[in-house]
Structures are given as structure tokens and as C-alpha cells.
């Protein structure tokens, strides 16, 4: 398949490398419809997180169709359409349960993995770990450029802007660093 590879700071490819396999039973594979570019893709391409190493496939944002399920997702099948997010979790651990998936344990206190610790989606395909309460399944009638959003950009700024800010219909607030993120921008 077709992704864009990291090789060190500045320097990206869009090249051929080998398609994603199923590693774990909880993994799905998915065919990448919609992608886009986040500003953390821009600082990994600054050089900025020194976690994102050499030949990682960049991109934590997806929605496509399932190609493949691994043998312990049962609440998935080929075919489904779904949002791929940039949080990835468990669904088990204490962080988890917490409502806090962002911290899950079991992906090391750190839920974004896609084009950081593990190959990310803009690519073709993209292995998805713990699918079955990592991606959501895309509701009918929404186009992918709507459902994108609410990948990273979105739901950042309404979680941390809105849930995590206590605001209410009616409140009065500011906006700061009002990018694509919003409130929540805290870049
Ligand atoms: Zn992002
Ligand atoms: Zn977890």
C-alpha cells in the first residue's frame, strides 16, 4: 500500500511499504476513505516528539471501512464504516473505567498511538488495536468530511472546553487559539 512515512525531522515520503496485518485478536483492519493532517503532525515533522521514530506511517485520524477482524472482535465485521479516533483504549483498565481513555494503561498512560508509537492512518490501511471500543461505527447520511472532525479537532475542544470547562448552554465564554481545535487548542 500507499503511505506517508516519517524518516526523520523535515523529511516525509509517500511511498510503498507492506499492508498492516492483524497482531492482536482485537485488532481490525481498516481501509482509510478520509484522513487529514493534525498540528501535531507538524510538530512530529519539526522534530518536536522524539517518540515518533524513523519509517512510522504519520496520522491519528480516520474514517474507512473494515477490512479484516481479528478473532475476538465480535461486535465489528467487514464492511462496517467507521470512525477511526486519535484516542485508542483498552476499555479495561482503571483509566479506562475513569472515563479517561486518553490515559489508558494498557497502551502505556498514553491513548494516542496512531503515527506516534504505532503506524497511523494516513496510509491506505491502518491496524486498529482494541477495536471494539476504540472506533466508532459511522452513523448513515454523515459524508467522511463531516465525520473527520470529530476524529481529534472537535471532540478536543468539546472535551476539555466544554466537559472539562463545567460550561452550559447559555454561559459566556472566551475562546482562545480559536484553530481548528478551539477552547480545547492548547498547542
Ligand atoms: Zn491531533
Ligand atoms: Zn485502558
Known amino acids: 500500500m500507499k503511505a506517508l512515512v516519517y524518516h526523520g525531522p523535515g523529511n516525509r515520503v509517500w511511498e510503498e511499504v507492506p499492508d498492516p496485518q ?18 501535531t503532525d507538524l510538530h512530529i515533522l519539526k522534530g518536536d516528539v522524539p517518540a515518533v521514530t524513523d519509517r512510522r506511517i504519520l496520522g491519528h485520524e ?13 461486535g465489528l465485521s467487514v464492511g462496517d464504516r467507521v470512525l477511526v479516533p486519535a484516542v485508542t483504549n483498552c476499555g479495561k483498565c ?17 491513548g ?13 490501511y491502518v491496524r486498529v488495536p482494541f477495536a471494539e471500543t476504540s472506533v466508532d461505527r459511522a452513523p448513515e447520511g454523515l459524508d467522511d468530511e463531516d465525520l473527520i472532525f470529530l476524529a481529534d479537532s ?4 468539546f472535551q ?7 460550561t452550559k448552554p447559555g454561559d459566556t465564554m472566551a475562546i482562545e487559539g480559536a484553530g481548528p481545535v478551539g477552547p480545547g487548542d492548547h498547542h
Open 154 to 157: 472537535l471532540p478536543t475542544g
Open 22 to 39: 492483524i497482531q492482536d485478536p482485537t485488532d481490525v483492519i481498516v481501509k482509510v476513505e478520509t484522513t487529514t493532517i493534525c498540528g
Open 112 to 124: 494516542w498511538v496512531f503515527g506516534h508509537l504505532i503506524d497511523g492512518t494516513q496510509a491506505e
Open 94 to 110: 482503571s483509566y479506562c473505567k475513569a472515563n479517561q481513555p486518553s490515559h489508558c494503561q494498557t497502551l502505556g498512560g498514553i
Open 62 to 74: 480516520a474514517v474507512g471501512t473494515i477490512t479484516e477482524v481479528g478473532d475476538a472482535v465480535t
Open 160 to 166: 476539555i472546553g466544554i466537559f472539562n470547562g463545567n
